[in-house]
């Protein structure tokens, strides 16, 4: 019998493009009976945990051979490793490792591969989920106030930058010195959200 990392290596080396996640599972379940263990009930966090667990797991699994295993939101996919020769640089490190979310996906990493978040109670789950869109708005707000600033383009945002910028602003279209009120309270909302995140 087969163990779940061995299915799913043999399914991803099928798809060398890359699978989404619900095309994997579908295949999963039609094919291997993968998710039996979860018996007749299985919600979808379910089901999404366990592959992610076993992917994890297989991902583990790959890093002393010459795969890499691709794990994100969009797409699984199934990498072979560039030899140090090839890469040109010793100990070659694929960008997914170097990203500038990479305490994220430590904690996503680890989140999945403690078995216990299998049990999770459908409240723990849509705190979770709560949370994740929390997140996320906070990220498209940043955004917004970023562009209010006109600072799409600096790489390394800084505090002080920040600051210089909204005293620029803020003295341009302040009310008093004949300036739009409302431009004013949106570069003041503007500085107000990336003062929390910087």
Known sequence: MQTKQQILLGSLKLCPHGIKEYELMTDLENNFNFFSELGEKKSLFKKHFFLFHHLYLLAEALKEQSFELEISALSIKLCKKPLASES???????????????????????????????????????????LFWKKYLALDKKSDAIKCFGLEEHNNLSRSLIKKRYNQLASQHHPDKGGDKIKFMQIKEAYEQLKELY
């Open 88 to 130: 040109g640089i010793e100990g070659h490190v694929s960008e997914y490792h170097v990203s500038e979310y990479k305490g994220e996906i430590v904690e996503l990493e680890n989140f999945y591969l403690n078995s216990d978040n299998l049990n999770l109670s459908d409240e723990e789950v849509q705190d979770m989920l709560a």
